[in-house]
């Protein structure tokens, strides 16, 4: 399985963003779809999961501001960014659990910037 993140940018304060993780393959049967994030000189953090049950958990720094969905059909997850802070700054990674084993997208960079 291989996954394509992309979506970053470059967003004022306030500002949102969608980011988009297209999967090489059917993303019915995945265990657990994540967004995690890394930040410069930061440690990478997980954002929102989703589990097969369908259960989505968001990370307290953006509860509220942030949704995750997945469209079957196309094979891809979003995570939508509202009320973007600068503290948001980082590469925005897709990750899936399929058969329990851990796919990483490549990382898309966005910068939330005045």
């Known amino acids: 399985v291989q996954l394509q993140a992309s979506g970053g940018g470059l967003v004022q304060p306030g500002g949102s963003l969608r980011l988009s993780c297209a999967a090489s393959g059917s993303i019915f049967s995945t265990d657990v779809m994540a967004w995690f994030r890394q930040a410069p000189g930061k440690q990478r953090e997980v954002v929102a999961v989703t589990t097969s049950g369908g259960c989505t958990n968001y990370a307290d720094s953006v509860r509220g501001r942030a949704t995750m969905s997945r469209n079957n059909a196309e094979n891809t997850v979003y995570l939508q960014m509202n009320s973007l802070k600068p503290e948001d700054t980082a590469v925005y990674y897709c990750?899936?659990?399929?058969?329990?084993?851990?796919?990483w997208g490549q990382g898309t960079l966005v910068t939330v910037s005045s």
């Open positions: 990750s899936f659990i399929i058969s329990g084993i851990r796919y």
